[in-house]
């Protein structure tokens, strides 16, 4: 049972990264997944989550009208499309599997190893 975050860079403020994460030895339909970062020296911050009943999204204000995160169960791949990237954005960002969508990072079950996102010009 694997989470595999992916899609982190370097880019410059404005730009866009896709961060994907992708689940391997189990099935994401069955699963909420959320989108955590954490900066240097800072707490772990909830960005987004995903529901896996309806597809719900839901998004911390920093994250609004800029990320979008959407699922692809064929692929058992979730994305977090993000735009206009900002320097505060600039953190390892961690997809994790639940039961159910909540900015609980406790709530989580399953987490992938983070990827990267530095965010500079």
């Known amino acids: 049972v694997q989470l595999q975050a992916s899609g982190g860079g370097l880019v410059q403020p404005g730009g866009s990264l896709r961060l994907s994460c992708a689940a391997s030895?189990?099935?994401?339909?069955?699963?909420?997944i959320g989108w955590f970062r954490q900066a240097p020296g800072k707490e772990r911050e909830w960005v987004s989550c995903i529901s896996s009943s309806d597809g719900s999204t839901y998004y911390a204000d920093s994250a609004k009208g800029r990320f979008t995160i959407s699922r692809d169960d064929a692929k058992n791949t979730v994305y977090l499309q993000m735009s206009r990237l900002k320097p505060e954005d600039t953190a390892v960002y961690y997809c994790a599997a639940g039961g159910i969508a909540t900015i609980d990072a406790y709530e989580y079950d399953f987490w992938g190893q983070g990827t990267q996102v530095t965010v500079s010009s």
């Open positions: 030895g189990f099935t994401l339909d069955y699963y909420a």
